[in-house]
């Protein structure tokens, strides 16, 4: 399982050869248009085609002396093109070519994430209809509330997981844009059809308006985007963490054969992959804070967002994709433990079922409070003696009197709890 993940996809489109050829791809583009407009001769752009490579330690050679990897890139490829790199990077500014670069790696790795989901869904819906009726207790503020199902827990992460995947398609289709309107944005020195037609050739939508760059509140949405997904996996670690507690054991991440989970205990089975998922949510959040801080540039551009875009990019999708491959290990492979939560859900000797008891007590005409004071009363003789809540009801002074020992069996009972499951799974769309 662990093999399957695909940070090595992922990990490509952030390497230097991928970003160059991007770049490249690019340039050759601004000069086909360019000669569909009769401003570069057609058979210069074929040349450039045939010709036009890069190598990678000359651009960094080069980049020591300029300190500008645009330059760097440019001098390069006009070194193999010859006579004709004359018409290279003509009207374009570097960021033309750097954003709409990273609009196209974006692209990429929005392809991935989404996959993932996809993926994570599907191990999520299987899983859920399994353990549709396996009931359990259902928590509040980490105290013990009223019986749920497991399938409902999962459900509830399918749902969410569906709503990511929107989000994540939305993310793709918003980040997916190019430019090439030159210095400050105007089009001075480059007409809008070879903007236009780059962007087509590369699946990208034209930015309505730009500056030297692609405003960065467009790319702000895409990592906020990236953290919201975390967050949700976070939030499903945690609960797969808290079932794992040894004083709860009701469901564990997968623990294979020969791990350890203590240099120190050989007895420890830690839930080390949803710690691990809970930690890079962290780094997901902080880098969406970052995304945030460059919406604010200087003017037409500066250039505070560059160093940090090329960490955040990289850093958010690689640990997302790692992150969601983890997930999906955790849930194809988790271990349940039925038994363990038939156990913890009796463990408050019928405490569950006050809510029932207020209830009913309500429908005999009692006031709700009146009725909640004869049940917490009880509740809380239970809370104190480990005796049971059903028990303490009949020995009542006043809780008798509204209803029977037939009454309250029959308040007792799971299937009340149970009885819109299937209505829920269908609105979900399981």
């Known amino acids: 399982m662990i093999e399957r993940y695909s940070l090595p996809r992922m990990n490509s489109i952030w390497q230097e050869e991928f970003k160059f050829k991007t770049m490249l791809e690019i340039e050759i583009l601004a000069l086909e248009a360019l000669s569909k407009q009769g401003k570069v001769p057609a058979q210069a752009v074929k040349r450039i085609r045939s010709k036009a490579r890069f190598n990678l330690k000359q651009i960094k050679k080069i980049e020591e002396k300029t300190q ?10 006009s070194q193999y093109i010859g006579a004709d790199a004359k018409y290279l990077h003509m009207g374009l500014t570097s960021s033309d070519v750097l954003d709409t670069t990273l609009g196209v790696q974006l692209s990429a790795a929005s392809d991935i994430i989404i996959e993932d989901l996809e993926r994570l869904l599907k191990a999520l819906a299987k899983k859920a209809k399994k353990y549709k009726d396996l009931v359990c207790i259902g928590r509040t503020h980490g105290i013990h509330a009223e019986p749920t199902t497991f399938g409902l827990k999962l459900a509830l992460m399918y749902d969410e997981t569906s709503r990511n995947l929107r989000r994540i398609n939305l993310a793709k289709e918003e980040a997916a844009v190019g430019k090439i309107s030159g210095a400050v944005g105007t089009f001075a020195n480059v007409d809008p059809f070879v903007e236009d037609y ?25 990592v906020c985007r990236l953290a919201i997904v975390a967050a949700s996996l976070e939030k499903f670690a945690t609960e797969i963490r808290h079932l794992q507690r040894t004083e709860v054991l009701e469901a564990e991440e997968p623990f294979g054969k020969g791990q ?4 120190a205990m050989p007895h420890k089975r830690n839930p080390v992959i949803c710690e ?11 880098n969406a804070v970052v995304s945030l801080d460059n919406v604010a540039l200087w003017h037409e551009r500066d250039i505070s967002h560059s160093s940090n875009e090329r960490v955040i990019f990289p850093d958010s999708t690689l640990a997302l994709d790692y992150m969601l491959n983890k997930m999906i290990q955790v849930i194809e492979g988790m271990t349940v433990y039925p038994e363990n939560m038939l156990a913890n859900l009796v463990k408050t ?19 709700r409070m009146r009725a909640y004071d004869f049940v917490q009363r009880c509740a809380m003789k239970t809370w104190k003696e480990g005796s049971d809540f059903k028990a303490n009801l009949l020995s009542d002074s006043d809780v008798p009197k509204y209803l029977s020992a037939k009454e309250l069996d029959k308040i007792f009972e ?5 009885r819109n499951v299937n209505k829920i799974f269908k609105r979900v769309g399981l």
């Open 68 to 77: 500008h990897d645009v330059v760097a890139f440019v001098s390069n490829v």
């Open 198 to 222: 780059v962007c087509r050739k590369l699946g990208l939508k034209p930015a309505k308006i730009s500056t030297q760059i692609i405003q960065r509140d467009i790319y702000a949405v895409f």
């Open 260 to 263: 350890k989970g203590s240099s």
């Open 276 to 286: 691990r998922i809970c930690g890079l949510a962290r780094l997901l959040r902080g």
């Open 349 to 367: 000797h019928g405490l569950i079922f006050s809510q029932r008891v207020l209830l009913e007590l309500m429908e005999k005409g009692l006031p």
């Open 414 to 418: 799971l299937d009340y709890y149970l």
